[in-house]
Nanobody, 126 residues
C-alpha cells in the first residue's frame, strides 16, 4: 500500500532551523511530483513548496520563499524540506503529498494531490 512517512518535526526557537523528511513507499517514485503543505491553527491549508519528478523544477509560496528549500532524492525515495529562519507564523502541522505527473511544472494546489502523509508538528516558540 502507498505510504508517506514524515519525520523531523519538533520544537525550535524563532530564527532556528529544521529539516523535514518524507519517505514514500508503494509507488514508482520517479513518476510523481511531490509537495509540502501546512495547516496553522485557525487557518486554511497552505501549499508551501513542490518539486517535479526529477527535482529540476521547484515552486514556493511567497510566505516561505528565500527561507525554505525543497529537494528530493529519487534513489532514497525521499523528499526533504529544509526550513531556515523560522518564524512564529511558521508553526503548523506540515504534510507531504504526491501526485502522478504528466506535465510540468508542479502545482501547489492541494486538490491535485492523490496521496498524503499524516503530518508532523512544527512548533516555533521561545
Amino acid at each position: 500500500q502507498v505510504q508517506l512517512v514524515e519525520s523531523g518535526g519538533g520544537l525550535v526557537q524563532p530564527g532556528g532551523s529544521l529539516r523535514l523528511s518524507c519517505v514514500v513507499h508503494g509507488l514508482v517514485f520517479d513518476y510523481y511530483n511531490l509537495g509540502w503543505f501546512r495547516r496553522a491553527p485557525g487557518k486554511e491549508r497552505e501549499g508551501i513548496s513542490c518539486t517535479s519528478r526529477g527535482g529540476g523544477s521547484t515552486s514556493y509560496a511567497d510566505s516561505v520563499k528565500g527561507r525554505f528549500t525543497i529537494s528530493r532524492d529519487n534513489a532514497k525515495k525521499t523528499v526533504y524540506l529544509q526550513m531556515d529562519s523560522l518564524k512564529p507564523e511558521d508553526e503548523a502541522v506540515y504534510y507531504c503529498a504526491a501526485y502522478r505527473a504528466f506535465a510540468s511544472p508542479c502545482t501547489l494546489e492541494s486538490r491535485d494531490y492523490d496521496y498524503w502523509g499524516q503530518g508532523t508538528q512544527v512548533t516555533v516558540s521561545s
